[in-house]
């Protein structure tokens, strides 16, 4: 039986996918293992967002022909990186041997064949088959609790400083009669907490959305949200949000609705009216705020997290000061904060980046404390109260401890036995740092 090691690097989208090729492999007769010096195959699932990622590519496939033990393995390039370079990546690298785009993930035992079979130079970059099948095993999930549905692929919007519709395409939104079935199964398998993801998941517009009929909503999404709802399934979270889709009927959706989460991913980008029209995001600043103060006027207490870009082409410190003063109004629970990274291809990357790397750095490091100090008093308001945690694994950093998220995705850990995995428990808080909150177990909810 060959064996099959697969490496996933970037967003939940790239995980999922990673979890039905796996799946495909695995019922196809191969073994998967996590020891890659022992592999006849080799995978690597790109990501293409920021230079750093692809350049971490070329590492590890250095790295890992240096540790093989099998000189007749094969190795192949899945994902974001092998769409965008296609055959150009056999010049970079002559280790690998295939390369396979996003939407021909489902032909991965075909390239495999092929290589073995001694062409080791294929390469499919073409689209996505009519009938793919978009189930995973409950083996390759990774988590026993915790699953991902991929609601819609690709991206219209074409942010100027983004490669994601270059990588993935125009969207798609998959049937929510698919979407449905699929959290059916979960939930009879054991699954609690679902996420829902796209790049835009408030852009679901399925071809034929009759089987939402029933549901009440203003758009699509706030229809599917009603009807995941409606499976029972515990938690259902949802990711990304974008902010010019996100309509208000989400709110309204979640606050009728317990098993609907109470987080928000929304990304922003820049405080500044004058960058996100460079950026073509779609949306100004005072829309942003709009849709913050509806969530944060909802009934429930619901989690805002966002993404940050700093030191975009000819951001100025006006404009940086305005992003830290919408950081101060908005109160955001979590923040991813990134330096602007150009990417050939896009409209930005022909602007010129006239943010020095050490004003950017200062920038982020100002951004980083002010984000810092934020998510600290945030933390600190869960100290002595009671909040609902998925046990999802053991602790790596403490032992005897396991570690989950509550409904607003903050991770927390506790002490707990082993044969708490997977339930959800009511932990009360005790301790709080930064990014993490500490409690012991108050009563235990199954
Ligand atoms: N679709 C989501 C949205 O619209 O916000 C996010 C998609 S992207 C994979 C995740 C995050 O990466 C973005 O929100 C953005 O902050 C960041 N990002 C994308 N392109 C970037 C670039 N060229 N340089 C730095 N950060 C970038
Ligand atoms: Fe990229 Fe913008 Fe699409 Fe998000 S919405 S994936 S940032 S182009």
Redesign the pocket.
């Known amino acids: 039986m060959k064996k099959v090691y697969l490496e996933t690097f970037?967003?939940q989208m790239n995980v999922s996918d990673s979890e039905r090729i796996l799946t495909q492999l695995e019922s196809g007769g191969y073994q998967i293992t996590d020891d890659e010096t022992q592999a006849d195959v080799v995978l690597l699932n790109t990501c293409s967002?920021?230079e750093k990622a692809e350049h971490k590519l070329y590492t590890r496939i250095g790295q890992i022909r240096k540790t093989q033990t099998n000189k007749n393995s094969v190795l192949g390039i899945l994902g974001c990186v092998a769409q965008l370079e296609g055959e150009t990546l056999f010049k970079k690298s002559p280790a690998i041997d295939f390369v396979l785009g996003t939407k021909a993930v489902g032909r991965v035992a075909n390239a495999i064949e092929t290589a073995f079979n001694g062409n080791r130079n294929f390469v499919d970059l073409s689209d996505r088959e009519a009938d793919y099948d978009w189930s995973v095993a409950a083996s390759q999930r990774h988590s026993p609790f915790v699953g991902f549905i991929p609601i819609i692929e690709g991206?219209n919007?074409f942010?100027t400083?983004?490669?994601?519709p270059f990588s993935r395409g125009r969207e798609k939104s998959i049937p929510a009669s698919e979407i449905i079935r699929q959290i059916l199964i979960l939930r009879e398998q054991g699954i609690k907490e679902i996420h829902l993801l796209g790049?835009?998941v408030n852009s679901y517009r399925p071809i034929n959305d009759s089987s939402l009929a029933n549901f009440k909503g203003a758009t699509a999404f706030s229809k599917l949200l009603r009807a995941v709802a409606a499976t029972g399934m515990e938690r259902v979270k949802f990711t990304?949000s974008?902010p010019r889709d996100f309509h208000p009927d989400i709110v309204d959706a979640i606050n009728e609705n317990e098993n609907l989460c109470d987080w928000v991913h929304l990304?922003v980008?820049s405080g500044s009216n004058r960058i996100l029209k460079a950026m073509r995001r779609g949306h100004t600043i005072e829309n942003y705020l709009e849709r913050i103060d509806k969530i944060k006027k909802s009934e429930r207490k619901i989690s805002i997290t966002t993404?940050?870009?700093i030191g975009f082409p000819n951001e100025s410190l006006q404009d940086f000061r305005d992003t830290v003063k919408m950081f101060e109004y908005c109160q955001f629970a979590g923040a991813?904060i990134?330096?602007?990274?150009?990417?050939p291809g896009?409209p930005?990357f022909n602007m010129i980046d006239n943010v020095s790397a050490e004003e950017k750095n200062e920038r982020f490091l100002e951004l980083e404390k002010v984000q810092r100090f934020t998510q600290q008093k945030i933390f600190q308001s869960y100290l002595n109260r009671s909040v609902e945690v998925l046990a999802e694994k053991i602790s790596v950093k403490r032992s005897g401890q396991l570690s989950g998220h509550t409904t607003c995705q903050k991770v927390v850990n506790f002490p707990g036995a082993k044969d708490l995995l997977g339930k959800i428990v009511s932990v009360e808080i005790l301790e709080s740092k930064s990014n993490t909150l500490y409690g012991e177990i108050s009563s235990r909810k199954q």
């Open positions: 970037g967003c967002v920021r991206c919007k942010c400083y983004c490669i994601v790049q835009n990304t974008f990304p980008q993404d940050i870009i991813y990134f330096k602007y990274s150009p990417r896009t930005a």
